[in-house]
């Protein structure tokens, strides 16, 4: 198999300091590098976020040995239809599934008080509340995942009634986030300004949608992570980061 990354933005120099445009990644068996690639072009150079002028693509290849099988998150939907039902709703999400007050405070305030998107999540204690990476602005990047069946991921979607490239990416992430050593919860809502549904995941509850959790043209996103102590933050961070892991459906 291959991991194809893309990452893409616009009005840097040589890609560095400008505007994040989008980023995707992809394992795929050889026979689809191709048609996957020119996909993933398509959409740095047709995104909502601006037309990239710089594109970076890295194709590698992966040991299918190596990969860790996780089941996909079971979805559910919360309908709601404005930002604050949203977010209030993510809240009590989050302290249902076990995540302190103090530390769902400390994350929306984290979130919402940032003025440009970070590229990667925040890392919190589920107890304590405190932030437990050192990314600071750039934060963790969860890589190196995708379905283990893309036809079968895709029947489950369209059953789902859940079309877009947001929500089967986030799904799969979600699902690899939620399967780490530690893993207790997550809350996403898009940096795109065009898509305002959120959701917060965990093991013990799955995948919940929650279609409004911002406000239409917003530009600004984030993940956390919350985990529960005692964990190998290193370990959790590899983890995250490199170890490849496919999504059974
Ligand atoms: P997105 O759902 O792609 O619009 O991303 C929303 C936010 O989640 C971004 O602004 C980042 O802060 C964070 N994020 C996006 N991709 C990742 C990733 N692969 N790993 C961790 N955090 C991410």
Redesign the pocket.
């Known amino acids: 198999m291959f991991s194809i990354k893309m990452r893409s933005s616009l009005g840097g120099k040589n890609g560095v300091g400008g505007k994040h445009i989008s980023?995707a990644e992809r394992i795929v068996k050889s026979c689809d590098v191709e048609k996957t690639v020119s996909s993933l072009l398509e959409r740095a150079r047709n995104h909502e976020r601006g037309k990239a002028d710089f594109i970076n693509l890295k194709i590698q290849e992966v040991n299918e040995n190596e990969a860790v099988r996780v089941p996909l998150l079971k979805i559910t939907s919360k309908k709601t239809s404005s930002k604050s039902e949203g977010r209030s709703f993510a809240k009590s999400e989050l302290l249902r599934i076990g995540v302190s007050e103090v530390a769902v405070k400390n994350a929306f305030e984290a979130l919402e008080s940032l003025s440009d998107?970070?590229?990667?999540?925040i890392v919190l204690d589920a107890d304590s509340g405190e932030r437990l990476d050192s990314f600071g602005m750039r934060?963790?990047?969860?890589?190196n995942m995708d379905v283990a069946d893309k036809d079968k991921y895709e029947k489950k979607l369209s059953e789902l009634n859940m079309a877009g490239e947001?929500a089967r990416?986030?799904l799969v992430?979600a699902s690899k986030v939620a399967w780490a050593k530690g893993a207790l919860a997550e809350l996403?809502?898009?940096?795109?300004p065009n898509?305002v549904t959120g959701y917060v995941a965990s093991q013990k509850f799955g995948y919940t949608r929650i279609s409004v959790m911002k406000d239409l043209g917003d530009y600004v996103?984030?993940?956390v992570f919350f985990v529960r102590l005692p964990i190998d933050l290193d370990s959790y961070i590899d983890y995250l980061q490199n170890q490849v892991v496919l999504v059974e459906v």
């Open positions: 980023g998107s970070m590229r990667g999540a934060g963790v990047r969860c890589s947001h990416e986030a992430l996403c809502w898009s940096d795109d898509y996103g984030g993940r």
